[in-house]
């Protein structure tokens, strides 16, 4: 099988090599520009692992996992009109460097250009793919509305922001890994478990955001350290924190979360309630727990384990990420 570093190129060519139409520029010209922020490219590069794992020539899913990348960068496109969000990647997001209409629009049109990549795939499994892409594109958009619903709730519990993470962020890459092994003609009960392994994998990858925001080195986690304290954003940490605090402590986070024009302070203080509270360390728990349960999955698979050491290699790296 081949390995991560062997496979971006590939993907990165197939992104660059997109015949886009010509006319009208302002429509296709921001979708190239969204493509060009980079990213890691972490999807498609599961579908081609997922595809290869099975025995099968990694290019039968190229075309699929071109349009999984297209798909996740148009939700990114989305979400930064919706967030109001000013940089992507070190770079002016596409409604700044334009204008709203022009996000929107140019969004619209790569998730449509994505569902046409997706559609080139194989005769004999199209009709599937494009049943497990066309899912979890709509459990995605189930994802977003509920993390915007939470920016008003204050009684969100652990296991809806859990559900509202897998939605938003961990089918994407479950979907991404089954529709490489469906192409690859793997059997339901291995394109299940290879989708299992990519839920678990999300929810940990997701989790260990929420903790590098509050205990990350900004140098290398790529933005400051601290944005969900400042904008009150429900992360497992903050839910946990305001089920488990009592008297001062609570009156405490409930202070906290009014201030909005000290942010160093505001920032120190509220980690330092976590840091007493013990939430760090259930959040660490936590993603263990799905590492765990991922690897379980990929154990089960009826494939050598052999086949399946690109995949552990990647899931580790995720999982020990500092940015």
Not at 46 to 58: N, Q, R, V
Not at 155 to 173: N, P, Q
Not at 180 to 202: K, M, P, Q, T, V
Not at 272 to 290: F, H, Q
């Amino acid at each position: 099988m081949h390995k991560l570093q062997d496979l971006l190129p590939v993907v990165q060519q197939a992104l660059d090599a997109i015949d886009y139409p010509q006319a009208p520029a302002e429509l296709y010209t921001p979708i190239q520009y969204e493509l060009s922020l980079g990213g890691k490219r972490i999807r498609p590069v599961l579908t081609l692992m997922a595809c290869e794992m099975f025995g099968c020539d990694y290019h039968y899913a190229l075309d699929a996992a071109v349009g999984i990348e297209m798909f996740h960068n148009f939700t990114l496109l989305h979400d930064d009109v919706m967030d109001k969000a000013d940089m992507r990647r070190g770079k002016p997001t596409v409604h700044i460097r334009w204008n709203e209409n022009t996000a929107i629009l140019s969004g619209d049109a790569m998730q449509i250009l994505a569902y046409m990549q997706v559609m080139k795939s194989p005769a004999a499994v199209r009709d599937v793919v494009c049943v497990v892409f066309l899912q979890t594109a709509l459990e995605i958009c189930e994802g977003q509305q509920y993390d915007m619903e939470f920016e008003t709730r204050q009684d969100v519990r652990e296991e809806e922001y859990i559900e509202m993470i897998r939605l938003k962020t961990a089918v994407l890459l479950g979907g991404a890994l089954k529709i490489g092994a469906l192409i690859a003609g793997a059997s339901d009960d291995d394109a299940r478990r290879l989708y299992d392994f990519g839920i678990n994998i999300g929810l940990a990858f997701q989790l260990r955001d929420d903790y590098l925001d509050v205990y990350g080195d900004a140098k290398t986690f790529g933005k400051n350290i601290g944005g969900d304290i400042l904008n009150n954003k429900k992360t497992y940490m903050l839910i946990n924190a305001q089920r488990l605090a009592q008297g001062a402590e609570r009156d405490e986070l409930i202070h906290w979360l009014a201030i909005d024009d000290k942010p160093d302070e505001k920032i120190a203080a509220v980690t330092a309630l976590y840091n007493r509270l013990g939430v760090d360390a259930l959040c660490l728990e936590k993603i263990d727990t799905y590492y765990a349960e991922a690897m379980k999955q990929l154990d089960a698979l009826s494939v050598e384990k052999l086949q399946t050491e690109m995949l552990r290699e990647l899931a580790m790296s995720l999982m020990q990420r500092n940015s």
